[in-house]
């Protein structure tokens, strides 16, 4: 349920409110707005009973929302996110973000080139795996710890806030210090201990969408964020599992305008994982730039051929520089 206050409700109507709400058993999470506040109700399994408080003073409305996630809701928060990663901002009144590098950490020279590569050609955001989710147990897995220590070198070296995987409790806190931006990927999404806890970090949050999730189910896995105090969320849609085969997956570009509409959380998208076609990276990420994403995650390697994990999908650095130069072109034309 929403509570919408009176623009001229006071502080202590607002109080009184809330206090009435945990007299319920429930959470009361206040939302300041411009000309009102509105205060969140969470922790109900059904309908609550709104009678008592549509009577208290300085309550002009109650809004029963039946939604598995409330707190990523536009109901509870018309106003749209802007999320800080040192600096970078990805957010409605901000220009699209760039991130870029390769799918896996290898060397420190690896990754010092990779970070040339994709400052010189206009990113604004370095990505990079120590730790790697594979498909099969046989394949490299990543360097771990010393993989996030070059990521960091390679950040600082060349002024590039960096974005990397966490898979596990345990690796949380390394990753929050080497990283300024944790990943949560497709696999994990619903991993909820795991999104719980990064949600007690306060540590700005790159969500991507499960291989076969709904687009309700990727909200309420934010809801788990969220709900732990952790509003720095940038959603990532990164192409769905379904009977096409000649793409690694089908790119949902509907999600885009879909999401923007249902949440106040920036979403951006990654065409490399969702195509697994170098050739097609280009032309997705600026159609998904047309529908409105906040930002494009791009894979990036210094010599694709000889990449350790998904040489297929990535550009190198002048196939990089000319994906920028087709997508500065498209910014001019957005009015960006």
């Known amino acids: 349920m929403l509570i919408v206050m009176h623009?001229?409700?006071?502080?202590?109507?607002?109080?009184?409110?809330?206090?009435?709400?945990?007299?319920?058993?429930?959470?009361?999470?206040?939302?300041?707005?411009?000309?009102?506040?509105?205060?969140?109700?969470?922790?109900?399994?059904?309908?609550?009973?709104?009678?008592?408080?549509?009577?208290?003073?300085?309550?002009r409305e109650t809004i029963h929302v039946s939604k598995p996630y409330k707190m990523v809701s536009r109901d509870f928060h018309p106003e749209s996110t802007v999320v800080n990663v040192g600096g970078v901002r990805f957010g409605d009144s901000e220009k699209p973000v760039m991130i870029a590098g390769p799918c896996s950490i290898e060397t420190e020279e690896q990754m010092m080139a990779a970070a040339e590569q994709v400052k010189s050609g206009g990113a604004q955001m370095l990505?990079?795996?120590?730790?790697?989710?594979?498909?099969?147990?046989?394949?490299?897995?990543?360097?771990?710890?010393?993989?996030?220590?070059?990521?960091?070198?390679?950040g600082k070296a060349y002024g590039l806030p960096v974005v990397t995987e966490v898979m596990r409790i345990g690796q949380l806190e390394a990753v929050c210090e080497h990283a300024d931006m944790v990943q949560i990927g497709a696999r994990n999404m619903q991993n909820f201990d795991l999104l719980k806890e990064v949600g007690k970090t306060r540590h700005p949050v790159l969500l991507k969408r499960g291989m076969s999730a709904t687009i309700e189910e990727f909200?309420?896995?934010?809801?788990?964020?969220?709900?732990?105090?952790?509003?720095?969320?940038?959603?990532?849609?990164?192409?769905?599992?379904?009977?096409?085969?000649t793409t690694r997956n089908t790119l949902d570009l509907s999600v885009v305008p879909l999401i923007k509409e249902m949440s106040h959380l920036p979403i951006i998208?990654?065409?490399?994982?969702?195509?697994?076609?170098?050739?097609?990276?280009?032309?997705?990420?600026?159609?998904?730039?047309?529908?409105?994403?906040?930002?494009?995650?791009?894979?990036?390697?210094?010599?694709?051929?000889?990449?350790?994990?998904?040489?297929?999908?990535s550009l190198d650095g002048i196939g990089f520089a000319e994906l920028m130069k087709d997508i500065n072109g498209l910014f001019e034309y957005l009015g960006y």
């Open 269 to 313: 998208v990654d065409p490399s994982h969702a195509t697994g076609k170098r050739n097609l990276v280009t032309s997705m990420g600026k159609a998904a730039l047309v529908v409105g994403a906040h930002g494009l995650m791009v894979e990036v390697h210094p010599d694709p051929a000889r990449a350790l994990c998904d040489g297929a999908q």
């Open 219 to 245: 909200l309420a896995a934010a809801e788990y964020i969220l709900a732990e105090g952790n509003d720095q969320v940038v959603l990532c849609e990164r192409g769905i599992r379904t009977f096409e085969k």
């Open 127 to 154: 990505r990079g795996g120590a730790f790697k989710p594979r498909t099969g147990p046989y394949s490299f897995q990543g360097l771990g710890i010393e993989g996030l220590k070059y990521l960091q070198r390679a």
């Open 7 to 59: 623009h001229h409700a006071t502080d202590a109507q607002i109080d009184e409110v809330i206090k009435a709400v945990e007299a319920m058993g429930l959470k009361a999470e206040p939302i300041p707005g411009s000309l009102r506040t509105a205060i969140g109700v969470l922790g109900n399994q059904g309908y609550v009973d709104d009678s008592t408080i549509r009577t208290l003073s300085g309550v």
